[in-house]
Structure formats: C-alpha cells, structure tokens
C-alpha cells in the first residue's frame, strides 16, 4: 500500500509522537525532521533513521555483551532479546558467534573471536576485529561499514567482512575515499604495504562458511532453501575469518592462497595423455675394500628409470582469493 503525504503525516502523529518519551534523541530529531518536510510541501525523500539499537536473536557458544564506561568496559554473558545500543558491544570467544537484527530488517552475524559495535546517526557497522557478514536492505537508506583497514559505503548488500577484506556477495560497496566500486564477486583487500587490491574470489564459494547458515539463510538467500529444509549449496567450509585467522601468520598460507603450478615439458605440450619419459641416471660402482669391483671390459652400466612428474592440461588456474574456503 502506497500512502500520500497527508497520510504519512497522520502515521507519524499517531504512532511515533504519542511514544517520544521512550524513543532516544536521534530517533526523535529524526521524526521531527520527517514532519517538517511533510508539512512544507517538501519532496517525500527522508534520511534514513539512525541505528538505535540492535536485538540479539541468537548466540552460539561464549559471546559476552559489553558497555563502554569512559575508559573500562563492563562485559557479562551475551544471551537472546538482548538489546545492543551504540554505546555496547559484542565480543565472541573461539568458536563463538552471535546474530543482531536492526528494525530496519538490517542484519548483522559475527564470526568467533570478534569485537563488533555500531554507531547510531551515521549508521556505521563498525569491526575492531574479527569476521562478519552483513545484510543491508534495498532502500533503507544504506549504511557503513568500517574496519581497522577499510571504509565502505553500503547500499543494499550482502557482504563478508574480516580486517583487512571486504567480500561482496550481492550487491555493491563504495570504497571510501578512493571511490572505488567493489560489485558481487569481488573483494577489496588492504595489502600490508598499504595498496588497496580488487579482484575477484572463486566462483562458486560465496555462500561457503558457517555464519552464511546461521540462524538460517539470508533474506535474499532464502528460495534457494527447497521445502524439505536441506540447503541446495555447500556450507560445510568455514568462514572467511576463521580462514584467514588460522593461515594469516602460518608459513604456509602463501602456499595455500598462491598455489604454485607444476612446470609442463615443452615436448609434452600438445600432448593431453602423456606418459612420463624415463630418465636414465648412470649409476657408480661401489668399491669393497679387498675386492675388485671393476666392471668386465664391455659390460653395460645398471641404468636406474626416474620417473618425472607431469602436469595434466586444463588444471584449475590460481585462485587470487577465496571467501570462504
């Protein structure tokens, strides 16, 4: 149902003002805002209302709710119905997560090991560390989403978040300030030199890792669920964060997300089932104190086959980033 000018008005008169005590100052100037405009003949196009609080609506494990007083903070057990206000925060432990959900259908999971808080008037999803994923509606007026490395402006989007990557998985994000866009399929990622690389990640990956499921899919995931309840795609790969955690400063994360190819034999180039050629390695004759271990005049060598490996053609090309592994 579309309603006019004069009908939004009786709304805000009806149901918001009545209930301004209860509201906080942001949400009060934001209506006050709102009926200025009605009333001045004013284009109908609002701001969108500032993130006043959050509702926990599932937690996982050990998550504790947090509240910031001047320089220390106060934390206990994180539970259901919790109400989180820009003032708190949330902070999961090893294989801990939670979820939040914003009136405006905005919602928010964060992965273990992860401090997440938020701002009010500018509506800022803010990461200090960890893995999240965030759903923002289609014309709710948007939102940010801010890392220790990175800024972005969100509109309506789905996207994994760790502290150095921004994954899109529908949708689009506006790197602030560059102004780069970041579409579906792509990744923004803050180099350790301070570059900023945009690339795309792996087909068919971006709906891998546990928080994409939990609590149940995402709104704009949600028909891809059949009747029966199974999920038509492959969660069983955990989550960006938890991935990037645990490889980050081990030795063989470069392996992992820069696999080197195998070398292919220029002979064996066109040639799709090739067998590896035998090398012929001269062995030595050992010699036995006391004994004569020369080999008779015309007796030939012992030649010992080493097989060498070979590439099969049409191997996966290297992957410059996996969201969710």
Not at 143 to 166: E, N, W, Y
Not at 191 to 208: L, Q, R, V, Y
Not at 215 to 235: K, S
């Amino acid at each position: 149902m579309k309603l006019d000018r004069a009908a939004w008005r009786r709304v805000l008169l009806r149901t918001v003002i009545p209930n301004r005590r209860s509201l906080n100052p942001s949400t009060c100037l934001w209506t006050l805002g709102a009926l200025v405009l009605l009333s001045s003949g004013a284009p109908t196009v609002l701001a969108a209302p500032p993130y006043s609080e959050a509702t926990v609506t599932r937690v996982q494990n050990k998550v504790s709710y947090g509240e910031q007083r001047g320089a220390e903070s106060v934390t206990r057990p994180a539970a259901a119905q919790d109400v989180v206000r820009p003032k708190n925060f949330l902070l999961s432990e090893n294989d801990s997560r939670a979820e939040l959900q914003y009136a405006d259908g905005t919602i928010v999971r964060i992965g273990q090991n992860t401090v997440f808080s938020f701002e009010a008037d500018s509506r800022t999803l803010s990461l200090t560390k960890g893995s999240l994923i965030f759903y923002v509606p289609k014309g709710q007026g948007g939102a940010t989403i801010k890392t220790p490395s990175l800024t972005a402006a969100i509109t309506g989007t789905v996207g994994k978040v760790s502290r150095d990557t921004i994954a899109i998985i529908e949708g689009s994000v506006k790197l602030v300030p560059s102004g780069e866009v970041v579409v579906a399929g792509q990744f923004a990622r803050r180099n350790p030199d301070g570059t900023i690389t945009i690339g795309w990640f792996k087909k068919g990956t971006e709906f891998d890792g546990v928080l994409m499921t939990f609590n149940g899919p995402l709104p704009p995931f949600r028909d891809l669920v059949p009747a029966t309840g199974a999920v038509t795609f492959d969660m069983t790969a955990i989550n960006l964060q938890e991935v990037l955690d645990r490889t980050a400063i081990h030795p063989g994360a470069l392996k992992h997300f820069f696999p080197i190819q195998p070398k292919r034999r220029k002979d064996e180039k066109d040639r799709p089932n090739a067998t590896p050629t035998p090398i012929v390695k001269q062995t030595a004759p050992t010699r036995t104190p006391g004994k004569d271990t020369t080999p008779p005049v015309g007796s030939t060598p012992v030649a010992t086959p080493v097989a060498t490996p070979t590439s099969t053609p049409g191997a996966t090309p290297v992957i410059i980033f996996n969201p969710g592994l």
